[in-house]
């Protein structure tokens, strides 16, 4: 069992940056792949970015490359979300995400992610 704790999420103007933590349980963390959905309020979750078990590999949805950098730290079982040049149109709910142990499931997908975080509140304000 792996259990995600996100922290980070707040209020900030456009234009802002933020930075999401998730914090992973165990001893496990650099066997799963993880990643970042959010949902905003009266839409479905969507992918935001995903990194592989080693952190050499990133993916990124279309509507945040170039601005948010995803990465990891195996030594400290963390994995964030780096948020730049932030837009209205960001404002979610953050869950970070973790597949099953050496999963190798779409990255793309949450159908991929067996382990959800309770998720963070991220709101930009124009």
């Known amino acids: 069992q792996v259990q995600l704790v996100e922290s980070g999420g707040g209020l900030v103007q456009a234009g802002g940056s933020l930075r999401l933590s998730c914090a992973a349980s165990?001893?496990?963390?650099?066997?799963?792949?993880m990643g970042w959905f959010r949902q905003a309020p009266g839409k479905e979750r969507e992918f935001v970015a995903a990194?592989?078990?080693?952190?050499?590999?990133?993916y990124y949805s279309d509507s945040v490359n170039g601005r948010f950098t995803i990465s990891r730290d195996n030594a400290k079982n963390t994995v964030y979300l780096q948020m730049n040049s932030l837009k209205v149109e960001d404002t979610a709910v953050y869950y970070c995400?973790?597949?099953?142990?050496?999963?190798?499931?779409?990255?793309?997908?949450?159908?991929?992610?067996?382990?959800w975080g309770q998720g963070t509140q991220v709101t930009v304000s124009s």
């Open positions: 995400a973790a597949q099953g142990s050496y999963s190798t499931g779409s990255y793309y997908t949450d159908r991929s992610y067996v382990y």
């Open positions: 165990g001893r496990t963390f650099s066997r799963h792949r």
């Open positions: 990194i592989s078990r080693s952190g050499g590999s990133t």
